[in-house]
């Protein structure tokens, strides 16, 4: 790895400056942010960039706890401080009826915008499906499209119906039923969409 590559973190790609918390991989050396360490133990206990095994040889320092482990516990006292994060608010939106009232219209304000964002999302589709059928440089584009279609359905036909004769069917196709399925198969590689 190329000293330019050490700056950058491989998972978030932020750069890796002194006033970031950094971990660096015991083995192969690879150095990441603690917090996208700890986002990628969920995953795998593996270095996420070579995949090598990544537990820290026993040491005075480790006190014999691999690396992970060390993330485990930092992840659960991130996650219990977070709870206490969300009980003090809970606790303070309770005691005071103006944030009360603020956290109920902010509840109705998300719910007007999930409706105001699936009423998009269907007109949008309406509005592709109304262009797709009526837009004329959109027909056009799908009558050449088609007439192309039917020439390489054509040429197809020709050049098998050459072929046949002097090398004889695909061993895949060696009858009559055969040949018709082969027929829908290419109708079906290129579909008329219309």
Known sequence: MSSGD?????????QLTDDTETLTMPDCKHRLHVRCALSAIHYS???PVCRNDAVVPPTVESSGLDIFTQFELELAEHEASVRRYQSRRSRMIRGRNSLKKLRERL???KRLFGLSERELDRTWTAM?????AT???????????RKHQRRVLDMTRRLRRRLDPA????PDEDDSAATRLAMQRDAIRFPSFV
């Not at 050490?6 to 932020?14: E, K, S």
């Open 128 to 132: 592709q499906r109304q262009l797709w």
């Open 167 to 170: 090398i004889g069917l695909p």
């Open 135 to 145: 837009d004329p440089k959109i027909q056009g584009l799908k009558l050449q499209r």
């Open 107 to 109: 509840q109705q304000e």
């Open 6 to 14: 050490d700056d950058v973190c491989p998972i978030c790609l932020d």
């Open 45 to 47: 206990r593996r270095c």
